[in-house]
């Protein structure tokens, strides 16, 4: 069983709908979570970064993080097709230093 | 602010040569940490290097290093070139002054081996 998993997808919505991504992790020493997106041959882009549990916002997007259920989600309101690429999770135990463990991303979709 | 910037942007070597990717962090940032990211394995984190030493490292081989430099930019090396090490090798730095903190992605190298 890998450490952080995720539905590899690919995940198909029309324009406007909300989307759900989800990771689920093993390690319960994990303490800080960030979700990335890649477009195809790009380098990730950081779009939330999260430490514990509980609830952030930023615009169209919600990360949450149930540490008892060891799961993390992300949300897009009002989705759009600049929105399709590879969504990546990440997470630190926070003991020392930068050494994140990824999830195999999943990819989305949003056709017009 | 300028991003991350990696070069070069793409190589291509044959089996047994070595190569040396260079990595500039963001403006301020001293931690640098290098990944490799393949279809079959995804994201895997290779070492971290913050203030001119090697902080963490991953479950790679030793034909994998690094190092840093007195103005945080770095260099990774991979000696003895396999197949197997046609990848993006993506950098990524990070203020770190109290834990883990956000990490900046650069475009990455596709490093590709014949």
């Known amino acids: 069983q890998k450490e952080v998993e995720q539905d590899p997808g690919p995940l198909s919505v029309p324009e406007g709908a909300i989307v759900s991504l989800n990771c689920t992790y093993s390690?319960?020493?994990?303490?800080?979570f960030m979700w990335y997106r890649q477009y195809s041959r790009k380098g990730p882009e950081l779009l939330m970064y999260?430490?514990?549990?509980g609830n952030k916002e930023d615009g169209r997007f919600t990360a949450q993080v149930d540490k008892s259920s060891k799961y993390i989600s992300l949300f897009i309101r009002d989705s759009q097709p600049s929105d399709s690429a590879t969504y990546l999770c990440?997470?630190?135990?926070?003991?020392?230093?930068?050494?994140?463990?990824f999830g195999p991303g999943t990819r989305l979709s949003v056709l017009p | 602010k300028a991003g991350v910037t990696q070069t070069p942007r793409y190589l291509i070597k044959t089996r047994g040569q070595q190569v040396t990717l260079s990595c500039s962090p963001i403006?301020?940032?001293?931690?640098v940490s290098w990944y490799q990211q393949t279809p079959g394995q995804g994201l895997q984190f290779l070492f971290e290097?913050?203030?001119?030493?090697?902080?963490n490292k991953g479950n790679f081989p030793g034909r994998f290093s690094g190092r840093q430099f007195s103005n945080s930019r770095s260099e990774m090396n991979v000696s003895t070139l396999e197949l197997g090490d046609s990848a993006l090798y993506l950098c990524?730095?990070?203020?770190?002054?109290?834990?883990?903190?956000?990490?900046?992605f650069g475009p990455g190298t596709r490093l590709t081996v014949t």
């Open positions: 390690n319960s020493a994990f303490q800080y």
């Open positions: 990440a997470m630190n135990e926070g003991s020392y230093g930068q050494n994140f463990v």
């Open positions: 990524a730095s990070s203020l770190d002054r109290t834990g883990p903190y956000e990490q900046y």
């Open positions: 290097y913050f203030s001119e030493t090697q902080r």
């Open positions: 403006s301020g940032h001293r931690s």
């Open positions: 999260t430490y514990s549990s």
